[in-house]
């Protein structure tokens, strides 16, 4: 039985405005991903898709509700032991890169690595070297030889691609990607999403990919649609372009 | 160890903004040393000088009479009866003027006047080192206990005419005496611009007592001198009751008029001024890097607070994103802090000196461990301050609001 590495149950976040009525953005968002799952999701621009990746990857705090990483409850944690549990299990890819600018290539997918109590020794992993486990995912994700450059002599396709090893570095669980693609042109952005899938699929990763576009999504072995808050299966209708997959939560 | 690496990636991350804030802090610990040195010296040269001119603080004088019939014994029984005083750690001397016609061992002819070099000497029993800060320059001070050949100290312009340690000359105490073989045995820094010499009252007094007695400034039946005496601590009072019992000891009036000559106080009070300027400036000098380390870490806090959010994002905690920061701004401290002591170390040490004139009183100044201290304190201080901010704002933000503004 494939193991879960992610569940939400019943999560709920609303955001407060001045002088305005509470936005309740998510209202009950139910998920569970198994380790080596593949999870679209969609959604109109504002339908809280962004808010939901951050929920789940511990990045801001939920109203109520479950979240569970690796078989640990974690949304009521405190902030120290969400960043360690971040740290461990999660990795995340933006659209923006968020790679810092004055650290060359391998050290920024180092970074996590200095974080987090057990990066000498990930459980029963191999010992885990910065430089070396660094060296190695830049050249999974094709950057063998660009160790040394620094993000702003890197194109945006490549700065992606810093970023998917970074989220890989530690060896997590569960990758959650904010519209990966979003800053790039048609071709790189397929380019940058196959090295995407090949590289959660040769780490055994499980991955969320949080897009707009139906190209990205129906790469995915899952995709759900988050609409008013709630997330459901993508209606067969839209799916149609759809590599298919399993669609069950 | 985690720790430094995160400081060495800190660092690595921002050489640029590190060597700034290191250059401000260094510029600011130098800046005080040498405002605060500069201050030292001036105040030492200008104390040195009064000291070395008119005697160290609290030194009074009086004129004495001394009889004339044995004017050796007299000098001794006021030095005897002085005795307490460099036991308690002053001092006094007793002066005389006398004539100071010199010349070359070679040129004398019996009968004839020596028609050498004309040096104003003064005859010193006594210590005079002690009451005015006189500095030897080469040689020493001569000894008292040694009666022949008769000795004398000169100051610099007077080592100019008569030369260095060792110098033979023929002195002619009075224009009718005889000239006495009187070498030269020490050079002393002694404020005069003229030339001058100091010739051991007591010897002379004990080898020719005729000549002391037409030299001093007295009459046939006694011979003037000035007595000084120094104590640091003692009050005027005390030393006025000295004067008295040595000059009573020799066989003279009690002292009429006794007066404190030093001028070490009426000088520190005009220096105080001074000082409080200096001060000032170094207040402001501080105030200056400080403003500077904190503008560069205020400068770049949107940046930063993006940076840290990413690494917060990554698995860093929030102590441990406040510590990175602050252990590594106390290495930069540290690192600069620990050059910039050394650089005012050695420069006190090798170009204060060289502000002091080889002829001045003035003892180079001692390293200010205070004021490099107090630099380095507000300096490390602002450092991690520049550091904390940042820190602190990044610490407080919604990691997923902040990442995607």
Redesign the interface.
């Known amino acids: 039985m494939t193991e879960v590495v992610l569940t939400a149950r019943a999560l709920r976040r609303s955001v407060r405005l001045p002088g305005a009525e509470p936005l309740h953005i998510l209202r009950g968002v139910d998920l569970e991903v198994a380790a080596g799952d593949s999870v679209a999701i969609e959604g109109r621009s504002g339908s809280g898709k962004?808010?939901l990746l951050?929920a789940l990857?511990l990045?801001?705090t939920i109203d109520s509700g479950e979240i569970w990483v690796k078989g640990r409850r974690a949304d009521h944690l405190s902030?120290?032991a969400r960043?360690?549990l971040?740290?461990?299990h999660i990795g995340?890819v933006?659209q923006?890169y968020?790679?810092?600018?004055?650290?060359s290539a391998q050290?920024n997918v180092a970074?996590?690595l200095?974080?987090?109590r057990s990066?000498r020794r990930d459980g029963g992993q191999p010992r885990l070297r910065p430089a070396q486990r660094a060296r190695e995912l830049l050249k999974l994700v094709g950057l063998e030889g660009r160790e040394r450059s620094r993000p702003r002599h890197l194109s945006g396709g490549e700065q992606q691609r810093v970023a998917i090893a970074?989220a890989l570095v530690?060896r997590p669980s569960v990758i959650l990607a904010d519209e990966p693609t979003g800053a790039l042109d048609v071709a790189t952005a397929s380019s940058v999403m196959q090295v995407l899938l090949d590289a959660t699929r040769e780490e055994g990763v499980a991955l969320i990919v949080v897009t707009h576009d139906p190209a990205i999504a129906k790469r995915m072995g899952r995709r759900l649609l988050l609409h008013e808050g709630v997330l459901h299966d993508m209606p067969a209708a839209t799916r149609t372009t759809s590599a298919g997959g399993p669609s069950a939560t | 160890m985690?720790l430094l690496?995160?400081v060495g990636?800190e660092l690595?991350?921002?050489p640029g903004r590190s060597a700034l804030s290191g250059l401000s802090l260094f510029i600011g610990v130098v800046a005080i040393v040498a405002i605060f040195t500069i201050g030292l010296v001036t105040f030492e040269v200008f104390v040195a000088g009064v000291e070395q001119q008119s005697g160290r603080r609290i030194t009074i004088s009086t004129h004495v009479d001394v009889p004339s019939r044995d004017p050796a014994a007299a000098i001794a029984a006021m030095n005897q009866a002085l005795t307490p005083l460099p036991t308690a750690g002053g001092g006094f001397a007793v002066l005389t003027d006398a004539h100071g016609r010199f010349g070359r061992p070679t040129e004398f002819r019996d009968g004839s006047p020596l028609t050498g070099p004309n040096v104003a000497v003064t005859l010193v029993s006594g210590d005079l080192g002690t009451v005015r800060r006189l500095p030897v320059l080469a040689g020493g001070w001569f000894d008292e206990s040694v009666d022949y050949p008769l000795q004398m100290v000169v100051n610099m312009p007077a080592a100019q005419i008569l030369g260095g340690p060792g110098s033979v000359w023929l002195w002619q105490p009075t224009p009718n005496s005889r000239p006495l073989q009187i070498i030269v045995c020490g050079v002393i820094a002694d404020g005069s611009a003229d030339a001058h010499a100091y010739v051991p009252l007591l010897n002379l007094a004990r080898l020719h007592p005729y000549a002391v007695i037409d030299a001093g400034d007295g009459t046939d039946s006694s011979l003037g001198v000035e007595l000084l005496l120094h104590h640091p601590t003692a009050t005027t009072a005390a030393l006025r009751e000295l004067a008295v019992a040595a000059a009573v000891a020799a066989g003279a009036q009690a002292p009429d008029a006794v007066e404190r000559i030093d001028q070490v106080d009426h000088y520190r009070d005009q220096l105080r001024a001074q000082q409080t300027a200096f001060l000032i400036v170094a207040v402001i000098a501080l105030t200056i890097a400080a403003l500077g380390i904190l503008n560069i870490g205020l400068a770049s806090v949107s940046e930063r607070a993006r940076?840290l959010v990413?690494?917060?994002?990554?698995?860093?905690?929030?102590?441990?994103i406040v510590l990175q920061l602050l252990v590594a701004a106390a290495a930069i401290g540290a690192i600069t802090a620990g050059l910039a002591v050394v650089v005012a170390v050695v420069g006190v040490q090798v170009w204060a000196p060289t502000l002091i004139s080889p002829q001045s009183a003035a003892t180079p100044p001692s390293f200010p461990w205070a004021a490099a201290g107090w630099g380095l304190l507000a300096s490390v201080t602002t450092t991690l301050l520049g550091a904390a901010i940042p820190a602190a704002l990044a610490a407080r933000l919604?990691?997923?609001?902040a990442?995607?503004d």
């Open positions: 962004t808010t951050a990857g990045l801001t902030d120290a960043a360690r971040r740290n461990d995340f933006f923006s968020s790679l810092i600018r004055q650290l050290s970074l996590p200095y974080y987090g990066w970074r530690r | 985690r690496r995160h990636s690595a991350a921002h940076e990413i690494r917060r994002a990554m698995g860093a905690t929030r102590t441990q919604d990691i997923a609001t990442l995607r």
